[in-house]
């Protein structure tokens, strides 16, 4: 088989397989300071790695491929007709069949390889480019935009089961990760240090039953830098790679001497969603250690995992479950729960929990929801995970003897 060679410069990504020289895979347009992707209609493009390169440089999801049509990177349009509707449906398998025409590459023999190497050439070019007195100009691509397409391209595929786990054990590839994370500002360069977040955070989660290694210590090292930082999107993002790292007792080392432990608890008080939902599952890993649990109760952690579920109550059953869990966690080994979790938090938690299981008891009832009716099921589903979970923590503090189990679940 012929090697594959990619080659990008400021308009086009090439590509050749033999030796009839290169072929466009992805056209750029320069605009704005940004090389702009141009979708090519999908019914039009030839299956296999050009139309797969093009459609993951732009979706961030396999979920978002479908209703991507024209030239631009509109998602499923909400209006038009019956024939407008089967239309993307047809594109829309012609998305999943490209999609796994693409995941099968990272099979052949050196393919992972050429596509880091690209990554690591535009590196070194952005670093040239960065140290240079030269301007450039407002409608030329800069290594920036090319180094965030080929970015991306790695965190799509990083969810596919059988690529993930091989870019995971790639050094080459979390190295250079790590590189662009510590040499990145996310107040000049926000796409590409997210989609280098969202990229670790796949491949970190394939490496959670795996022995740690020195560049699993190097990337919690530079995301203990990173926090706080004032970027609420880039905080959620970094503490999602906590999330599957904190599962190893020599990266909660690091998080406690860096005192991210702290951080995390007091971040318990923002009003972001979802930075308090990602919070709270790398503290379900932490209070597994018992070694950390004074941090928490010294940080006032129980107070605000009550005023947490107290806030956000039966309308958000998933992140009262998580919270739940960590409160678990932390009087896991305790012979005197009121005592650990402290007699007025405790007073307080069993009444948020049992005003809770009350308001929600409309739930309970709820077990014949009809299958198509899915966001019915799905908040059945949620809520007997809340009743079972806060169940067992109320049966935990009347009475001492219970069984001090719960598992770990990782923030994903």
């Known amino acids: ?79 038009g007709t019956a024939g407008d509707v089967a239309e993307e449906d047809s594109e829309a398998a012609t998305l999943q069949r490209l999609w796994e025409d693409f995941a099968q590459l990272f099979s052949v023999a050196r393919f992972t390889d050429t596509l880091l190497s690209l990554l690591s050439s535009y590196l070194k070019l952005d670093r040239e480019a960065q140290a240079s007195s030269d301007e450039l100009s407002s409608t030329t691509a800069t290594p920036e935009d090319v180094i965030i397409k080929l970015v991306r391209v790695l965190a799509n595929v990083a969810v596919d089961p059988h690529v993930g786990p091989v870019l995971a054990r790639s050094k080459t590839c979390q190295s250079l990760l790590i590189s662009l994370v510590q040499h990145k500002s996310i107040a000049e360069s926000e796409e590409l240090v997210l989609s280098c977040f969202a990229t670790l955070n796949n491949l970190t989660y394939y490496s959670r039953h795996d022995p740690p290694s020195a560049l699993h210590a190097q990337l919690a090292n530079c995301l203990c830098d990173m926090v706080p930082m004032d970027h609420v999107e880039g905080l959620v993002e970094a503490i999602r790679v906590f999330g599957n790292l904190t599962h190893f007792r020599e990266i909660r080392d690091i998080l406690t001497r860096n005192q991210v432990v702290e951080v995390l608890v007091e971040m318990l008080d923002c009003d972001s969603r979802e930075l308090v939902y990602v919070c709270c599952g790398v503290l379900v890993n932490i209070m597994s250690d018992a070694s950390r649990r004074t941090i928490f109760q010294q940080e006032n952690g129980v107070l605000r995992l009550v005023e947490v579920l107290q806030y956000f109550g039966c309308s958000d059953l998933q992140l009262c479950s998580l919270a739940c869990q960590v409160l678990w966690n932390y009087c896991a080994s305790a012979v005197d729960v009121h005592s650990t979790l402290g007699s007025q938090e405790t007073a307080r938690l069993v009444a948020v929990l049992e005003a809770l299981l009350d308001e929600g008891s409309q739930f309970a009832g709820a077990s014949d929801v009809a299958e198509e009716d899915s966001e019915a099921a799905t908040l059945q589903r949620l809520w007997e995970d809340f009743a079972q979970v806060s169940t067992k923590l109320l049966d935990r503090i009347d009475n001492t003897d219970a069984l001090p189990y719960l598992p770990v679940h990782a923030n994903r």
């Open 1 to 79: 088989m012929a090697p594959l060679v990619l080659h990008i410069d400021n308009t086009r990504l090439l590509y050749r397989t033999n030796t009839s020289g290169f072929k466009t895979l992805l056209p750029f347009q320069a605009g704005g300071g940004t090389a702009v992707l141009r979708l090519q209609r999908p019914t039009a493009v030839q299956p296999g790695l050009p139309g797969l390169m093009e459609l993951l440089c732009i979706c961030r999801g396999r979920a978002q491929y479908a209703g991507v049509t024209g030239n631009c990177t509109a998602g499923r349009s909400t209006g």
